[in-house]
């Protein structure tokens, strides 16, 4: 089975910066697609940042300018550098990767646990 695993998330100051990362793991053909969503109290699950296996970015509007995606060497691996934070920016956030296992000729996606991030003095 699939697992994607979080780590980095923690208390920081306004204004301070976090590194988010996620690795992927299991029995994996293709990873198409891998990226970070957030859900804050009472709110939806929103778009953060994506990044596919071209290495094409896209970014949600609150994040633009001020957060960076990137994937490791070995593909399997993504990374979110978060500077200039915001207190709107504490959330839950949760890595994805849309992925293809060997039972499966499509890819689906996958969510890790989540992370914690709170930004706030």
């Known amino acids: 089975q699939v697992q994607l695993v979080e780590s980095g998330g923690g208390l920081v100051q306004p204004g301070g910066s976090l590194r988010l990362s996620c690795a992927a793991s299991g029995n994996i053909v293709s990873i198409y697609v891998m990226g970070w969503y957030r859900q804050a109290p009472g709110k939806q699950r929103e778009l953060v940042a994506t990044?596919?296996?071209?290495?094409?970015?896209a970014y949600g509007d609150s994040v633009l300018g001020r957060f960076s995606i990137s994937r490791g060497n070995a593909k399997n691996t993504v990374y979110l550098e978060m500077n200039t934070l915001k207190p709107e920016d504490t959330a839950v956030y949760y890595c994805?990767?849309?992925?293809?296992?060997?039972?499966?000729?499509?890819?689906?996606?996958?969510w890790g646990q989540g992370t914690q991030v709170t930004v706030s003095s």
């Open positions: 990044i596919n296996s071209g290495e094409t970015t």
């Open positions: 994805n990767a849309n992925l293809r296992v060997p039972q499966r000729i499509t890819g689906m996606d996958y």
